[in-house]
Nanobody, 124 residues
Framework: QVKLVELGGGLAQAGGSLRLSCAAS?????QGWFRQSPGQEREFVAA???????????DSVKGRFTISRGMASNTRNTIYLQMEDLRPEDTAVYTC?????????????????WGKGIQVTVSS
């Protein structure tokens, strides 16, 4: 069974930056990030293909967040979400998702594998 281990997150000031990582116990899967804040529905943030050559972003984070995949053999199963110019509205629990069925499945929120989530808090 594929497991996802999320690291990073924490507290940042508005305009600051944070980096999240998500390590999968299996290779060859598309991965991505979703977020959910209290009282809000879960929303798609970004996704990356299994090969790391294609990425997709929500409009709300385009130009500020960058998703990438490790290139070394021991990091190829890990994705990173570099978050820049953070805003208070980015505050949420960020959850990694993965699917062997491809990036479109992840983007649609239909991934079969989910992490536990990690808190990101941005103060104004």
């Amino acid at each position: 069974q594929v497991k996802l281990v999320e690291l990073g997150g924490g507290l940042a000031q508005a305009g600051g930056s944070l980096r999240l990582s998500c390590a999968a116990s299996f290779s060859g899967i598309a991965q991505g990030w979703f977020r959910q804040s209290p009282g809000q529905e879960r929303e798609f943030v970004a996704a990356i293909s299994a090969r790391g050559d294609t990425a997709n972003y929500a409009d709300s984070v385009k130009g500020r967040f960058t998703i990438s995949r490790g290139m070394a053999s021991n990091t190829r199963n890990t994705i990173y979400l570099q978050m820049e110019d953070l805003r208070p509205e980015d505050t949420a629990v960020y959850t990694c998702a993965a699917s062997p069925a491809g990036m479109s499945v992840v983007i649609a929120g239909e991934a079969s594998i989910w992490g536990k989530g990690i808190q990101v808090t941005v103060s104004s």
